[in-house]
T-cell receptor, first 113, second 116 residues
């Protein structure tokens, strides 16, 4: 069965620190990859997505992610976090066979002013 | 951007009753809708994939007779929790996709179900 794992359950950073959140998936076929963010009390929102082409994708609010196929990874990065980045971050995978999404367990990010 | 609504946002019911949750795409037609369940401090668990005009596809371990899904139109999918029990208390979230290949989901705000 497909699975998505996020290794960091809770991350605490000071403002201006750099962020990297890990995401690994287990699926041997073609995948589409996503990062979603859920701010406190709000809906899930799409941060960025990878379908094909340049493995380094840029999303909203200064976030980017790199797809490394050999490592089955799609890590999320931001060079300098802000207090407003405090949220839950979810990695998700869409396989090309099942038309179904699988989410990681999420990472809670707290940014201290 | 695309807007997805859910109704109700919060429901409390007695054990044994059935509860219907609606998911609507307000400004686009959604050929595919997903239903998720989210436990406190945990990730979203995909329950089922709903395609307009056909039967929903349920994930392993999800009882199709307990969680009835109807996707009767391109803008509406409903999830009915039948004979609800306290262990069904959870946060239920739907998402809708514009296109056939479901590559971008738009999420609803969720419905918090509490079963007494």
């Amino acid at each position: 069965a497909q699975s998505v794992s996020q290794h960091n359950h809770h991350v605490i950073l000071s403002e201006a620190a750099s962020l990297e959140l890990g995401c690994n998936y287990s699926y041997g076929g073609t995948v589409n990859l996503f990062w979603y963010v859920q701010y406190p009390g709000q809906h899930l929102q799409l941060l960025l997505k990878y379908f094909s082409g340049d493995p380094l994708v840029k999303g909203i609010k200064g976030f980017e992610a790199e797809f490394i196929k050999s490592k089955f990874s799609f890590n999320l990065r931001k060079p300098s976090v802000q207090w407003s980045d405090t949220a839950e971050y979810f990695c998700a995978v869409l396989t090309n066979t099942g038309n179904q999404f699988y989410f990681g367990t999420g990472t809670s990010l707290t940014v201290i002013p | 951007g695309a807007v997805v609504s859910q109704h109700p946002s919060w429901v409390i019911c007695k054990s044994g009753t059935s509860v219907k949750i609606e998911c609507r795409s307000l400004d686009f037609q959604a050929t595919t809708m997903f239903w998720y369940r989210q436990f406190p401090k945990q990730s979203l668990m995909l329950m089922a994939t709903s395609n307009e005009g056909s039967k929903a596809t349920y994930e392993q371990g999800v009882e199709k007779d307990k969680f009835l899904i109807n996707h009767a139109s391109l803008t509406l999918s409903t999830l009915t929790v039948t004979s609800a029990h306290p262990e069904d208390s959870s946060f239920y979230i739907c998402s809708a996709c514009r296109d056939l290949f479901a590559n971008t989901q738009y999420f609803g705000p969720g419905t918090r179900l509490t079963v007494l």
